[in-house]
């Protein structure tokens, strides 16, 4: 059973920055199209970043379009997110996850693996 880890949360202040790590933890998993997602109490799953499994397509939610960027370091097998310029309303639980197909989605139940989350808080 292949099982997501995240790594990196904590606590910042806002302008701050923070890099989030994802590697998966059991056996073999390969290269798949990755994603990120958070979730803010009293608020939906929200998407994030997606990365494609080359690595070659990335995708942002507006909200953070231009301050965090998605990358994957394949000889590791971990996706990233550098998150700069961060703001209160970034505060979160923010979960990887992982799907079998090469392609991106910002879809929550496409993805075929999930992460147990690392929580992010920004302070004002």
Known sequence: QVQLVESGGG???AGGS???SC???GRTFGSRAMG???LAPGK???FVAAISRSGGTTYYA???KGR???SRDSAKNTVYLQMNSLKPED???YYCAARILATITTVWNEYDYRGQGTQVTVSS
């Open 62 to 64: 507006d909200s953070v």
């Open 11 to 13: 606590l910042v202040q």
């Open 36 to 38: 990120w997602f958070r």
């Open 91 to 93: 505060t979160a639980a």
């Open 23 to 25: 590697a998966p933890s």
């Open 44 to 46: 939906e799953r929200e």
């Open 68 to 70: 965090f960027t998605i």
């Open 18 to 20: 923070l890099r989030l």
